[in-house]
């Protein structure tokens, strides 16, 4: 809090008002980690086998992508890389999607694949 606010609480005004985002550069953002990883989550859904990589990163870009978004929100975070933390979290949520279907169908054939043999087949 700049001494300004201070003051203005000090004769009874309300801290409210606006974020100063200059002064919120504490921590720095990870908007460049975010959008890699969720990038990342979804080409690797094209790479056969490596559906569980894809998902696993999916997520941890998902999460640590809403985490920065709400400290940017409260201004604890640098609000710079606000744009691309959201596009991070949208690709890690297309890419944890279609990375799900994709692990759920291939433990669909493992599945199908190993009572077809334990059965005989």
């Not at 009874?12 to 460049?32: A, K």
């Not at 094209?46 to 990163?57: I, K, N, Q």
């Not at 297309?94 to 009572?115: D, E, R």
């Amino acid at each position: 809090m700049s001494s300004r606010d201070s003051d203005e609480l000090d004769r009874g005004g309300s801290d409210l008002g606006e974020i100063e985002y200059d002064d919120c550069e504490d921590i720095p953002h990870r908007g460049g980690l975010i959008l890699l990883l969720g990038i990342s989550s979804t080409v690797l859904l094209c790479s056969l086998g490596l559906g569980p990589v894809g998902l696993a990163l999916g997520i941890l870009a998902w999460t640590l992508g809403n985490r920065d978004l709400a400290k940017m929100k409260n201004g604890d975070m640098d609000y710079a890389g606000h744009g691309m933390t959201g596009a991070g979290v949208g690709w890690a949520q297309v890419g944890t999607l279609f990375n799900a279907i994709l692990c759920s169908i291939y433990l669909f054939y493992l599945l199908k694949f190993t009572l077809h043999r334990i059965n005989g087949g």
